[in-house]
C-alpha cells in the first residue's frame, strides 16, 4: 500500500479506544477515516462519520452499501452483554 491512500473505518470512534484511534489517524494525511456509530463524535476530526446501530444487521447493511474505498477495519465498539461473566468472556 505504499503511496496508496489508505481508508480506516473504525467502529466505536465515541469510545476511549475507538476516539483515541480516529484522533490518531486524523494526523496523517494518507489516511481517509470513516467512523461509525449511533452517535457522532463529540471532538473535532475530519473523519466522515455515518450514524449506524452496529446490532442492527439490516442497517448496517444499509448504511455502508457503497463503502468500497476501505481499506482497514477497526472495531472498537462496546457491546453491552446481559452479564459481568459474558462481558469479560472471549469467543472465537
Known amino acids: 500500500m505504499e503511496g496508496k491512500k489508505k481508508c480506516a473505518l473504525v467502529a466505536g470512534a465515541s469510545g476511549v479506544i475507538g476516539r483515541n484511534l480516529a484522533l490518531c489517524l486524523d494526523k496523517h494525511e494518507d489516511w481517509d477515516i470513516i467512523t461509525l456509530g449511533r452517535r457522532s463524535p463529540n471532538y473535532k476530526t475530519r473523519a466522515k462519520h455515518i450514524n449506524v446501530d452496529l446490532l442492527d444487521l ?3 447493511e ?3 452499501a457503497g463503502q468500497t474505498q476501505v481499506t482497514h477495519i477497526f472495531f472498537a465498539a462496546y457491546v453491552e452483554k446481559a ?3 459474558e462481558q469479560v ?3 472465537f
Do not use: A, D, F
Open 58 to 60: 439490516k442497517n448496517v
Open 62 to 64: 444499509e448504511m455502508l
Open 83 to 85: 452479564s459481568q461473566w
Open 89 to 91: 468472556t472471549i469467543r
